[in-house]
């Protein structure tokens, strides 16, 4: 009968234990390996307070991609966010970005409203209409101070 030495049955283990952190880094870390799901769409917005690479973007409620970078254009005076969209999912030009609140102090997103009449969008392509992000604090300090 033939025996497996120690150093073999350690080598397959310490193999398996590598496959195992590699395959949950790229599940949890949501990375795209080999993947065409996705289109990419750019928005311009004022004022992205709070929002993150890797936030969901949302359509009626529906995650349908994520931001994949976020960039500043001191020539424009915006922020320039890069999006990564599901390519079943057709976007028209006319269609409105704004950056949300999940809840009252969580975490922030990008809603899609989407247009009906524009044309449709192509990968690369930037969406014009925008909302930005509203500042909680800027609010509640003019509640506060009666200026509202």
């Known amino acids: 009968m033939f025996k497996i030495k120690k150093e073999t ?3 397959i283990f310490v193999i398996m234990g590598l496959l195992a952190v590699v ?3 790229v ?3 949501n990375v795209q390996l080999f993947s ?3 289109y990419v769409v750019k928005a311009n917005f004022t004022d992205i307070s ?3 690479v890797n936030a969901p973007v949302q359509m009626y409620g529906v995650d349908i991609g994520f931001v994949s970078k976020i960039g500043l254009n001191q ?3 915006v922020a320039e966010v890069s999006m990564m969209v599901l390519k079943e999912v057709e976007l028209t030009d006319d269609a409105i970005a704004a950056i949300k609140t999940n ?3 969580g975490d922030k997103y990008v809603k899609i409203v989407p247009g ?3 044309e449709p969008v192509k990968p690369g392509d930037t969406l014009f209409d925008t909302q930005p992000a509203v500042d909680l604090e800027d609010l509640i300090s003019k509640f506060a101070f009666g200026s509202v």
Do not use: N
Request: proline share 0%; net charge positive; charged share 25%.
């Open 116 to 118: 009906g009449l524009g």
């Open 36 to 38: 065409d799901k996705y």
């Open 75 to 77: 020539e424009k005076g």
């Open 103 to 105: 809840g009252l102090i």
């Open 9 to 11: 049955a350690v080598g």
């Open 27 to 29: 599940k949890l870390g």
């Open 50 to 52: 709070g929002l993150k």
């Open 23 to 25: 395959y949950m880094s």
